[in-house]
């Protein structure tokens, strides 16, 4: 059995109106790149493959999300550099900052997904689990097909009703 995965920590986004919740992606699989703008493995693999999966998959199927984790240079990796190298590197998906820990130099979702650093790709199923969290390089063919695996497996059911009875659809 899969873990629920845990609500995502954002102090701010960005590339969105309004901040976003794993609850509300239910029913989508969701892929989140932790990402940090100083990570070198990030810039050549992490934030292009997580373009790539955007560009790939139906957004109706799948969401894309980044998460800025700082965990180290916490001086210079601010919303201001972050708001630059979103523009820079032109990623057009939503962007959340992870919240920074009171207690220690490493923030809440990095925390509480354990993540060992960054690039870590984590994928969520339509039922909101938790079904991978790949600290590295992943491999984009191994990606591709766990997401299309993921995208074919059924979505929440959800009780319809009208005046007379629900039924499950």
Known sequence: MFPIAPELHAAEWLNTAKPLSLQQLRGKVVA???????????????????KSIRATFDEKDVAVLGLHSVFEHHAVMNR?????????YRIGFPVAIDQPSPHGPIPLTMEE????????????????RLRLSHFGRAEDMQVGALIGQLVAEAAPQQAQCDDEACSIR
């Open 32 to 50: 989140i790149y932790a990402f940090q703008m100083l990570c070198p493995g990030c810039v050549s693999h992490g934030i292009p493959q997580a």
């Open 80 to 88: 201001a550099a972050l708001e630059a190298f979103v523009h820079e």
């Open 113 to 128: 997904y354990q993540l060992r650093g960054t690039p870590t790709l984590i994928l969520i199923d339509r039922q909101g």
